[in-house]
């Protein structure tokens, strides 16, 4: 009996330890994680501000909702990842402490991860209308429109996730998470934001950059004649700098609608899983390691554009020496 006991008090001993150690582990690496996002968000975002602001780039009005997004991943870069980064990677949570701290600091969570998404969707729908051969269509691709859009989006995603002041409770007793959906309207919610966010984004997205690439391809042996034509008049050069900067723009927002795609998708299956599993603390270890996926939409829009973009590079570097001349 004696033997039995020991055998049963070591097997729990071991397990508390080594549930311990997984935990300090999985801090370690959130720590880690978020930091770098953090460095690198705030570089590459504050970087296209600037260059969204340039002479050459802020032409095209799709730049508006690019230049709208990096400020929305400014915001998720100052105020979202280092809440995630303090209550996962050093657990302190300070929505633990008060019903009011958890409803806001949720709501703000939810509008901040959520804005950008919107303006990407806008900015591949302006690009889309821009590349249709109908004049209609082609009328949306302004900057009138855009400045119009923005602030609704704003209004409209605000007004979205305003249930989360309503239904987020702040629970003191552990399990985790102290600050969550009450259990009543767990399902509406997780699907809610499943749809909102993780669905309908990318799928619109994805939507409209093959509507893009499809465009292009259509239009191709279109341009073509008309680009012999222009080459005995003397605006060529212009309306070939006008045709490579609409290129260049097209092909940053697909390659960034597809970097969303993907790093969205991880985070959607996770939601779905959610509705049907138990949301234990294994669960909720596992959900915080996928949730990482989704901040790389917040931090690598500035380094794809540099990679996908000609044009964007050359701005980048008349940026750096701007700056360089003036030291």
């Known amino acids: ?153 704003i209004i409209l995603c605000c007004l979205l996730y305003s249930y989360v002041l309503v239904i987020f409770i702040h629970d003191p007793n552990p399990p985790p998470p102290y600050c969550s959906v009450h259990s009543t309207y767990a399902v509406f919610a997780v699907s809610f934001y499943l749809i909102t966010y993780s669905l309908v984004p990318p799928f619109l997205m994805a939507l409209f950059s093959i509507g893009i690439i499809f465009n292009v391809i259509r239009k191709q042996n279109r341009i073509m004649p008309a680009v012999r034509v222009l080459n005995t008049s003397t605006n060529t050069g212009e309306a070939r700098r006008n045709h490579r900067r609409l290129g260049q723009m097209q092909i940053m927002l697909v390659c960034q609608a597809i970097a969303e795609c993907i790093f969205t998708l991880p985070f959607s299956v996770i939601n779905l899983i959610s509705i049907v599993v138990d949301n234990n603390e294994y669960f909720l270890s596992i959900y915080s390691y996928i949730r990482l996926f989704i901040f790389i939409n917040y931090v690598s829009s500035f380094y794809l554009f540099m990679f996908s973009s000609k044009l964007y590079r050359a701005e980048f570097k008349k940026l750096v020496q701007r700056i360089y001349n003036r030291r």
Not at 47 to 67: A, C, D, G, P, Q
Not at 97 to 104: G, T, W, Y
Not at 121 to 129: E, H, I, S
């Open 1 to 153: 009996m004696t033997a039995t006991l020991y055998n049963a008090t070591n097997v729990t001993v071991n397990l508390i330890v080594s549930t311990d150690s997984l935990s300090l582990t999985s801090e370690m690496i959130i720590r880690s994680v978020l930091s770098i996002y953090i460095i690198l968000g705030l570089i590459g975002n504050i970087f296209n501000i600037f260059l969204f602001t340039s002479t050459v780039l802020v032409r095209t009005s799709s730049t508006l909702y690019l230049l709208s997004t990096s400020i929305g991943d400014v915001f998720v870069t100052i105020f979202v990842i280092p809440y995630y980064l303090a209550a996962d990677g050093f657990n302190q949570d300070i929505t633990y402490n008060s019903l009011f701290a958890c409803k806001l600091i949720s709501y703000i969570n939810y509008v901040g991860l959520g804005l950008p998404p919107f303006f990407t969707v806008l900015a591949c729908a302006d690009r889309w209308a821009a590349s249709c051969v109908q004049v209609n269509r082609r009328r949306f691709a302004s900057a009138r429109t855009a400045k119009r859009l923005i602030p609704l989006s």
